[in-house]
């Protein structure tokens, strides 16, 4: 999305675009733009967005977020169990 080295930012709405047109899903990497702009990822269009929040003066961890739109558009998903104690042996 945008780099402290170079200064740039990218046009990630376009890039977005580009890259569903091609059946591809979109992971921004928000770490370096979040502390400067808002983020709004409906009008971003990402898939997945992650950035670590200690970059806007908040606690050592990071945040995760993700549409539902590839979860719906994959049937791999769908067959994921997700009990507590199914993987242990």
């Not at 709405?13 to 502390?35: C, I, N, Q, S, W």
């Not at 719906?72 to 998903?77: D, E, L, M, Q």
Request: glycine residues 6%.
């Amino acid at each position: 999305m945008a780099s402290n080295a170079l200064g740039s930012i990218v046009d990630v709405k376009e890039v977005a675009r580009m890259a569903h047109a091609a059946g591809a899903e979109v992971f921004l990497d928000a770490v370096h733009y979040a502390p400067h702009g808002a983020l709004d990822v409906q009008d971003l269009d990402c898939d997945y967005l992650v950035c670590s929040v200690t970059k806007i003066f908040a606690p050592h961890m990071g945040l995760f977020g993700a549409s539902v739109r590839p979860w719906k558009r994959s049937s791999h998903f769908a067959r994921i169990s997700f009990q507590p104690g199914a993987d242990e042996n």
